[in-house]
């Protein structure tokens, strides 16, 4: 069973559910603490937010890179240097490669209920399919866009009068709360994988809280 201690949290934009996790993590009893910030861009909000509560950041920008797989050996180990527990991509928006699925447990949200609506404009392929309900899903990463095992979901309304930007803000209302929930929760029960299936806690004795 993996636990959840130490969080290395990765943002590429404003960062409110980085900030919905250094809120919950000053708390000792949550179980888990931002230890650094990472991103793939400078000049955001997210990184001003680590900044702002003592976490260390750092960049590491595709661009600066001559190949993708140098990028990722890069970041994985910018990673690494911190010793997470596990690696939570709260807005991040870069698939990581294998150096880094490969060497830690990684925890990314999506504004959608996946699989309907995976990658980049979530919300706004959803309100374009018309969809009545959409929400919000936490999954394990794995190597594609927003395909891995699917840790908790939560389902938002869609309203009549509802843009994109409408939209997105109430499922990340919803977003923040279940991906504070579900780590603290990953932190201090523990979590398995079967396949397709995350289990959080110890359920082999029958009793689950
Ligand atoms: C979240 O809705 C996340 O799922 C999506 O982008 C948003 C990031 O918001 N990929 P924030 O940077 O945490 O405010």
Redesign the pocket.
């Known amino acids: 069973m993996s636990k959840a201690g130490r969080l290395v949290v990765l943002?590429?934009?404003?960062?409110?559910?980085?900030?919905?996790l250094l809120d919950a993590s000053a708390d000792p009893s949550y179980g888990a603490r931002v230890v650094a910030v990472g991103a793939d861009r400078e000049g955001i909000?997210?990184l001003a937010r680590a900044s702002r509560s003592g976490v260390p950041t750092f960049v590491e920008k595709v661009g600066d890179y001559a190949t993708r797989a140098e990028w990722d050996s890069a970041i994985a180990a910018r990673i690494a240097a911190y010793e997470p527990d596990l690696v939570v991509s709260?807005?991040?928006?870069k698939i990581l490669g294998s150096p880094s699925l490969d060497a830690f447990p990684v925890l990314n949200?999506?504004?959608a209920l996946l699989p309907s609506f995976p990658g980049?404009h979530?919300?706004r392929d959803a309100l374009a399919h018309g969809v009545k309900v959409t929400g919000?899903t936490v999954m394990l990463a794995d190597a594609g866009v927003d395909t891995g095992p699917i840790v908790a979901q939560e389902a938002v309304v869609v309203l009549p009068d509802d843009d994109e930007k409408v939209l997105?803000e109430r499922?990340?209302t919803v977003?923040?709360r279940l991906l504070v929930e579900i780590v603290g929760r990953m932190a201090r029960e523990g979590w398995t994988v079967s396949g397709r299936s995350v289990r959080i806690g110890n359920h082999t004795g029958g009793e689950s809280t």
């Open positions: 943002v590429s934009g404003s960062g409110t559910n980085l900030q919905a909000e997210g709260a807005g991040f928006m949200t999506h504004p980049a979530g919300v919000c997105h499922i990340k977003e923040r």
